[in-house]
């Protein structure tokens, strides 16, 4: 007997649920896809066509007929990678720092970092625009990938993570005479892997999907990333007259996010869930 | 594994990322950029070098580039910086701030005044003369939207208008089509009003489709071009006060109300949806700009279409004691510090004056020409519909040029007039609100 079938009616009847829920939320994505393979000329007409014919790839090849568009994905890449990076870098040697070090103005520097949390992005965006580009970082790979470097969500996420671990590790590598930046680095870090997995997935993944950012540092289209570079292809009226284009484009964004996810959605979960810990 | 996985990705990115449009041409003695939207269409367009080839507002401006790009024989290669419609100043004014500044760049007649009173666009009085370009063969409406405190501050492109865009085919059903063949079009709220009632009583559909939904451009200008037809001025000479307690304001509002609330308006439509409802035949009119004509006119040609040999195009009815509709207009500007050098400022300039030369391929996109000598030609005329909307580039209305951040006045207002029809504000309350925050606004500008 399969364990759902050992399950009660009332497990059975959430399930249902569940998967008709899911099913309902999937529904826009997949008429998103529907509709990517519809010439533009019908989709002016009518939308509430799903299966039925006729289906085209013109929309597609107009993407990968536009020039720069294989840049576009390369610069994404390049920034989210770079970005990533950085954040796992940096909000590993500060979570270990607010965890197990002490130094003056810790006490406070560590509520100041979680204030960052309660700060939105845009509210600071003008001046860090101004910043950025009086130091000719505008058009530039380290304009669109180091304000990303500034993650207080990364920082608490690996403080707590460092905390939970049990400092007796720490101090048995001490007595072995290992310094404190080796026994970060070769005991301690590989025990957050689970952590660094989920918080590099998240900031990939944001950083793939930003577009306001990127709409004002990327001004050269050499520089635009993916997101930012197919929306600068958009027709004036392209909700009426180009939805096909449109879809198309969303669709061709959102793969390699969806790739992404496939290879990791193991930690994907695990961090959704709140419980990123092995 | 996971780590080489991840180093293949990274390299792999490094390798994209220095991909591109690196074409092996030779270099061009001068380049310039040339920032506008009407989107990017390299797919169908980027080998078109002659601008008559092209189609659609995308298509004609980048055959236009080409063009100018192929033929011209001063060594001239104008780069073209694309970036979508919505936030297309924000771009701008973050590009300005960089001082990564855009040799040209296209720009709404009322969006000019804000760059124009920052002073950092170039007048080009002294310099249109030269290239042959003479100021009076601007309509009315071009020169007055590209005219600030007695300058030309940009070349005008296009005017574009708010239109009635009519299914002939379901107001003969109403039995609202003259002995002429032509639409009876209304001349008073009230005249509307009854052809409304009658529209619906005798084919049980709505008289109008217009966008409500997600979006307020299209309340605002039809608002506007009812303002505009009572001769009513909404704003002080200075631009910087808006008056919305006048009768005048109380008559559109009232109107607009009414047609909504009798149910002539189909509710709840987007932009898509608005132009998709006119398409199937679900409205009698549907009122939207000059941009939709080639589209609209591509549908009516289609044996399938229930818009077949049905559609016919006209300006905003004159319901009120002044022909007027509102206008905008597609214009191009230098902005100071675009040029680097003065062999780039003579290239812009070549541009701008291959660009006037060409205007007429453009007046092909459905927008109304700027130049009277193309308005009044046998060739413009000889399009279809063309005839029933030159009036526009006379009757044309805007905000007045003296009014400062146009385009959030006019989202202030779209919003509330919205409101009115969408949530059924009261139509005092809609008064206060677009007065306060409009005012608010204009206080806020600092010059």
Redesign the interface.
């Known amino acids: 007997m399969t364990p759902m079938l050992r399950k009660g009616w009332f497990d059975r009847a959430v399930m249902a649920a569940l998967v008709l829920l899911a099913a309902l939320w999937m529904l826009p994505l997949l008429w998103v896809l529907a509709l990517s393979f519809k010439p533009n000329e019908l989709l002016m007409v009518r939308t509430d066509v799903f299966l039925a014919p006729p289906y085209t790839l013109a929309n597609y090849a107009d993407i990968l007929q536009t020039s720069a568009v294989f840049r576009w994905l390369g610069n994404s890449a390049l920034v989210a990678a770079l970005q990533t990076l950085g954040v796992l870098v940096l909000s590993s040697l500060a979570g270990y720092g607010f965890a197990r070090c002490e130094f003056p103005g810790r006490r406070w520097l560590f509520p100041l970092v979680l204030f960052g949390l309660a700060v939105p992005s845009q509210s600071v965006f003008i001046p860090l625009h101004r910043l950025f580009s009086d130091w000719g970082l505008q058009n530039t790979y380290a304009g669109l990938a180091l304000p990303g470097l500034a993650a207080p969500f990364g920082v608490f996420l690996m403080t707590q993570y460092f905390k939970a671990v049990p400092i007796d590790l720490e101090e048995a590598a001490m007595l072995d005479n290992a310094s404190r930046f080796k026994t970060f680095f070769k005991v301690v870090l590989p025990l957050t892997l689970p952590a660094q997995a989920t918080l590099g997935i998240f900031t990939f993944l944001a950083c793939w999907n930003d577009y306001l950012w990127p709409l004002v540092i990327a001004t050269k289209p050499e520089m635009y990333t993916l997101t930012r570079g197919l929306a600068s292809t958009q027709t004036n009226f392209a909700q009426s007259e180009g939805l096909g284009f449109l879809m198309a484009q969303a669709v061709f964004a959102g793969a390699p996010v969806l790739m992404i996810y496939l290879f990791f959605q193991k930690h994907l979960v695990t961090a959704v869930a709140g419980t990123g810990r092995s | 594994m996971k780590r080489s996985l991840?180093m293949v990705?990274?390299a792999?990115?490094?390798?994209?990322?220095?991909?591109?449009?690196n074409h092996a041409e030779p270099a061009p003695k001068t380049e310039i950029t040339l920032m506008r939207?009407?989107?990017?269409?390299?797919?169908?367009f980027?080998a078109v070098n002659d601008a008559s080839q092209g189609v659609?507002?995308?298509g004609i401006v980048t055959a236009m580039v080409n063009e100018f790009n192929a033929t011209n024989t001063d060594g001239i290669r104008v780069k073209t910086?694309?970036?979508?419609?919505a936030?297309y100043y924000?771009?701008l004014t973050?590009?300005l701030?960089?001082?990564?500044i855009p040799t040209v760049a296209v720009m709404h007649e009322s969006a000019l005044g804000d760059y124009v009173r920052r002073r950092l666009i170039e007048p080009l009085d002294a310099s249109l003369p030269a290239l042959g370009i003479g100021v009076n063969d601007f309509t009315d409406h071009a020169r007055r939207g590209v005219t600030l405190d007695g300058q030309i501050y940009a070349l005008p492109f296009d005017t574009w208008a708010w239109l009635w865009h009519i299914n002939t085919t379901l107001m003969g059903q109403a039995g609202l089509m003259g002995a002429d063949g032509k639409p009876r079009l209304p001349h008073s709220p009230d005249e509307l009003l009854a052809m409304a009632r009658q529209f619906k009583q005798r084919t049980g559909k709505p008289l109008f489709a217009w966008a409500i939904v997600k979006e307020t451009a299209a309340t605002n200008r039809t608002f506007q071009t009812l303002i505009a037809q009572q001769d009513t001025k909404l704003f002080s000479d200075d631009g910087r006060r808006i008056d919305m307690h006048q009768p005048q304001v109380v008559n559109a509002l009232s109107l607009m109300q009414r047609l909504y609330a009798e149910g002539h308006v189909k509710p709840n439509l987007?932009?898509?949806a608005a132009?998709?409802a006119f398409?199937?035949g679900e409205a009698g009119v549907v009122v939207v700009g000059t941009?939709?004509i080639d589209?609209f006119l591509?549908?009516a040609r289609k044996p399938e279409?229930p818009l077949k040999g049905g559609y016919t195009v006209v300006p905003f009815p004159q319901l009120y004691q002044r022909p007027a509709v509102f206008a905008d207009g597609h214009s191009w500007a230098l902005f100071k510090g675009g040029a680097a050098t003065p062999e780039q400022h003579a290239a812009a300039l070549k541009l701008l004056q291959f660009i006037w030369q060409r205007s007429a391929e453009w007046a092909r996109t459905g927008h109304l020409p700027v130049r009277r000598s193309v308005a009044q030609s046998a060739a413009f005329r000889a399009l279809p519909f063309r005839e029933n909307l030159a009036e526009i580039t006379r009757t044309g209305a805007s905000m007045p040029s003296s009014v400062p951040t146009q385009r959030a006045v006019e989202l202030l207002i779209g919003e509330d007039v919205s409101n009115l029809l969408v949530s059924g504000k009261p139509i005092a309350e809609v008064q206060d609100d677009v007065e306060k925050q409009v005012n608010k606004a204009l206080k806020k500008v600092r010059r």
Not at chain 2, 12 to 21: E, F, K, N, S
Not at chain 2, 81 to 85: K, L, N, P, S, V
């Open positions: 991840f990705m990274l792999g990115a490094a390798v994209l990322a220095g991909c591109g449009d939207f009407f989107g990017s269409c390299d797919a169908k980027g659609g507002e995308c910086q694309t970036a979508e419609w936030p924000d771009q973050a590009r701030v960089a001082k990564d987007d932009y898509g132009n998709q398409l199937n941009w939709t589209q591509r549908e279409s």
